[in-house]
């Protein structure tokens, strides 16, 4: 589940980005939710790439027409497919989140997946 994100990381976040590269994965679970945060110390998305990628996956109804959308086809392919798996399997109890890192110094960006084990999320 976790491979298209850090595949991104490698691919994507590092180009413009001198080493040392870090990616660091932390999975929880509590109180009947589970959580997936993966984070980068690349260059981070423009605010427009993080809309969009939101926006995609927002518009998508649970991954069935993924084939026939031809603007989420020519980008973010790896990151919207992979959240739209994770909706097939757990309905409205998903949570996805992109965003730049923050803080003095901070570089790169970071991905939230959040799901409940349970029946009630939101």
Not at 34 to 58: C, M, P, T, V, Y
Request: aromatic share 10%; proline share 2%; with cysteine.
């Amino acid at each position: 589940m976790i491979q298209p994100f850090v595949e991104n990381c490698i691919e994507h976040a590092f180009c413009n980005t001198s080493p040392p590269w870090h990616i660091q994965i932390t999975v929880k679970q509590y109180n009947g939710l589970w959580a997936l945060e993966i984070r980068d110390n690349g260059e981070g998305f423009s605010a427009e790439k993080i809309q969009e990628i939101l926006a995609n996956i927002q518009h998508s109804r649970s991954g069935a027409n993924m084939m026939n959308n031809q603007e989420t086809a020519l980008g973010n392919m790896g990151i919207v497919n992979s959240v739209n798996r994770l909706k097939l399997m757990y309905s409205n109890r998903l949570f996805f989140n992109i965003f730049n890192n923050q803080g003095h110094g901070a570089k790169g960006a970071t991905i939230q997946i959040i799901g409940s084990l349970t029946e009630d999320f939101y």
